[in-house]
């Protein structure tokens, strides 16, 4: 059933994803070329996240990953004697801390946050940010006049990438090749220390060796930390299904489109034959459009 379902669900959006991408390129709407402008002027007050999320000095790690749970959010502020001192993310959760087996509860967030904070202003370019991001490997804070305003994440930037030669080019020229899966029955405890021992943000999860959804980081957070949940269940049982996949020879440009448009960060490639050959992020379209 559960192979069905994959096969079914997969081959379907690929289709149909194929037939838009060709109407698209035959009969660009009005609306289409205006988009398309109007991208390429975006700034970063236009797709900054705001309000940002502030934790105190003294919070652990365990509240912080309910707060970020919560609220759906991947990363906090860090507050210290009243000034912005660093970031936590849900990266730092898993390869500092869960990775490590350290307990949750033990860890204070200014032992894991990075700092100092990446800045930039909300009048700079999406392209700035872009390139700032890539170049500082980390998310940006937007201040103004010494205020924080907002943050920019990989996902953010990917609601203003616009179409250029750039853009255009397949994207599994920037995909990681290697797909890391894990059987649904394995535990979330496991599939959550291989994702912070590898620095990866998610694990495809299979069925007798077919893809049937996925695990990211979102979900560990928002399904089991924030509802005090223990982690040693199932993964199968709190993944995200089913798998959205998209052809092999998607571009750029289609890809965030479709990352935007389903709220997604990751995305798997697959071949004609419906095997995934590769998976690419929000970051990896970000790391395109910045050159």
């Known amino acids: 059933m559960l192979q069905e379902l994959y096969n079914a669900e997969s081959f379907s959006y690929m289709r149909f994803m194929e037939i838009k991408r060709n109407l698209r390129r035959l009969f660009p709407s009005v609306l289409d070329k205006a988009i398309k402008q109007s991208k390429l002027e975006y700034l970063v007050k236009d797709v900054m996240s705001y309000p940002v999320v502030t934790v105190p000095q003294g919070t652990d790690m365990m509240e912080a990953s309910k707060s970020m749970g919560r609220k759906r959010i991947g990363s906090l502020i860090v507050v210290k004697d009243g000034k912005s001192a660093g970031i936590v993310t849900e990266r730092d959760l898993l390869s500092r801390v ?48 010494e205020e924080l305003v907002g943050i920019i994440t990989a996902s953010d930037l990917v609601k203003g990438i616009p179409e250029t030669e750039t853009t255009l080019k397949d994207a599994l020229e ?118």
Not at 115 to 141: D, H, Y
Not at 183 to 212: H, N, Q
Not at 259 to 264: A, L, P, R
Not at 271 to 285: F, K, M, P, S
């Open 98 to 145: 869960i990775a490590r087996g350290l307990d949750l509860s033990e860890v204070n967030v200014t032992s894991v946050m990075s700092s100092p904070l990446i800045t930039i202003e909300p009048n700079k370019t999406v392209k700035k940010a872009a390139k700032m991001m890539m170049e500082k490997k980390g998310r940006l804070v937007v201040l103004s006049e």
């Open 174 to 291: 920037y995909a990681s090749k290697q797909v890391i899966t894990a059987d649904e029955e394995k535990s979330v405890s496991t599939v959550a220390k291989t994702m912070g021992d590898r620095r990866i943000g998610s694990v495809v999860i299979t069925s007798d060796d077919v893809p049937v959804g996925i695990f990211t980081e979102r979900d560990l957070i928002t399904k089991l930390l924030a509802e005090d949940k223990e982690l040693n269940i199932p993964v199968g049982d709190v993944m995200s299904s089913p798998l959205i996949a998209v052809p092999h020879d998607i571009s750029v440009i289609e890809a965030a489109f479709t990352m935007e448009t389903n709220k997604i960060k990751r995305l798997p490639l697959a071949n004609e034959d419906n095997n995934l050959v590769g998976i690419i992020t929000a970051r990896d379209l970000v790391e395109a459009f910045a050159g």
